[in-house]
């Protein structure tokens, strides 16, 4: 009698249910029985498979038929076979509709190198420089640190904050003013909560951005128009024709994916706007201190501390994975947005907040900082020159900061070199990733090249695969 488990803890360590009944015989059966499993995720990529005796008995069928289903799925690229490893399930194996097929389908290669924008080198890290505060900060903490405490954050980071942002990046803070969060997108999300709670009715946004960002506030309620874009930037100077608006969301220091920053007539375009409307300006300042060729561009919540909402993280400067992040806010705003934060997630993390103010304190963030400006320097330098020997013919713009360059591309070929390069293993996007559905105009075909993720171990040969698929 054929059963229908196999359980052969030596090799699975678990059991695994197998139905070899079905039209075409035995063989066919269990060849179709494993391709489902497969399929499914039952048998993941690298999973080692019972010997052919081994599943035979089991499952009470011939050896020779488990051989054979071996064999055949060997060939058809589901499973490899090697002397003294034992059958396993390919490591290339995805789920795929099964249309009746049983030959072998093509697969995309899992990406061996990343060139996605938005990230910094992980590798580089300052794991030891961060211990050494987090000891510091945990030796010195009160003991009522370890309470809720303040919905605002512990008065040690915001208060080193308020410094290091009025020296680094030209903020008016004060520490009561700022309001710690899990990043960015927390930030985000709680003015959405407070704008729409003063009943705006629409934030208008870049033309090109990030989408999860927009959806974030048409979840609070908002509408989510797109200012135009041309050769030098973002047009706010036509904030005003945009009736509903009582907000906008901005990228002024490096406009993301684009790479401008926002020209001085335009950030005032900008404050006029907010001041005459009585409107705000939510700055994401997400890569200011990564400026390469000559000193930051200062914030522009220093121009009127009343109508922007400043907005920063560690996300680049130290990792994404901290969920650190900070708003500084206008006096009105204050007390509502910490109700609200208060309401719904009362505090972040009190470790990694007191040991990032004992890292900026200490003067490691300012060395860390600088150290990585260097560091991306060199590899938007090698980017650069890279594309200058093969690529001649496309124009790279954006050059000037923060952690990924925009690279121009033939019309009509943006689709195929961001495909090109995923089955070359390569992550890459395309420009129009980043577009607002409701931009006007022709699409631009580019791509957005990050430079940052990559460790030094990586980069070599993630440029030499982006030069491969480059048209």
């Known amino acids: ?9 030596e090799t699975l360590g678990v059991d695994l249910h197998i139905d070899v009944s079905g039209a075409g015989g035995l063989r066919a059966g269990l060849m179709s029985a494993l391709r489902e499993a497969v399929r499914g995720g039952r048998l993941a990529p690298g999973a080692r498979l019972p010997s052919s005796r081994t599943l035979a008995a089991d499952l009470g069928i011939a050896r020779n038929t488990v051989a054979d289903a071996y064999a055949e799925l060997v060939a058809e690229g589901w499973l490899t076979a090697r002397q003294g490893s034992g059958t396993q399930v390919a490591r290339r194996a995805e789920a795929r509709q099964d249309r009746g097929h049983t030959h072998r389908l093509p697969t995309r290669r899992k990406p061996t190198y990343n060139l996605l924008a938005g990230a910094p080198d992980l590798a580089s890290f300052p794991r030891a420089e ?73 934030v208008a946004v870049e033309a090109y ?17 797109a200012l135009p874009l041309d050769e030098q930037g973002t047009r706010t100077e036509e904030l005003g024709e945009l009736r509903g608006a009582g907000a906008v969301l901005m990228t002024p220091a490096h406009q993301f994916p684009i790479g ?19 409107g705000l300006i939510l700055e994401d300042d997400y890569d200011g201190e ?59 993390g009190v470790l990694d907040q007191l040991t990032l103010a004992e890292f900026i304190s200490s003067g490691a963030y300012d060395r860390h900082v600088r150290g990585m400006r260097l560091h991306y320097r060199r590899r938007r330098d090698q980017l650069v020159t890279a594309l200058a020997e093969q ?5 790279v713009s954006g050059v000037a900061a923060g952690l990924h360059v925009l690279l121009e591309l033939p019309p009509g070929t943006e689709r195929s070199v961001v495909q090109g390069a995923a ?14 559905p409701s931009t006007p105009g022709p699409r631009r075909d580019a791509l957005v090249i990050g430079y940052g993720t990559p460790s030094d171990s990586e980069w070599t040969g993630a440029l030499d695969a982006l030069m491969r698929v480059l048209p």
């Open 260 to 278: 401008f920053p926002l020209l001085p007539d335009r950030r005032a375009a900008a404050v006029d706007w907010a001041r005459a409307r009585g």
């Open 130 to 202: 961060w211990l050494r505060a987090a000891r510091r900060a945990l030796t010195a903490a009160p003991h009522e640190a370890f309470g809720l405490g303040d919905p605002r954050g512990r008065i040690e980071l915001r208060t080193v904050l308020a410094d290091y942002l009025a020296r680094a990046r030209g903020v008016y803070a004060s520490p009561d003013r700022i309001v710690i969060c899990s990043g960015f997108v927390h930030g985000l999300t709680l003015m959405g909560r407070a704008l729409r709670a003063r009943r705006v009715r629409e």
């Open 391 to 395: 690529a001649p013919h496309l124009h």
């Open 209 to 225: 951005g990030l989408d999860f960002h927009w959806k974030l506030l048409t979840e609070a309620g908002l509408r989510t128009p």
């Open 423 to 436: 089955w070359q293993g390569l992550a890459l996007e395309g420009l129009s990733r980043y577009r607002h």
């Open 290 to 348: 990564f400026r390469f060729d000559r000193q930051p561009v200062g914030a522009l919540q220093g121009l009127d501390p009343e109508h922007v909402v400043y907005l920063g993280t560690a996300s680049k400067s130290l990792a994404p994975g901290l969920r650190l992040g900070w708003m500084v806010l206008p006096e009105h705003l204050v007390d509502e947005v910490v109700e609200g934060k208060g309401l719904a997630d009362w505090s972040c």
């Open 1 to 9: 009698m054929v059963k229908s488990w196999a359980t052969s803890p």
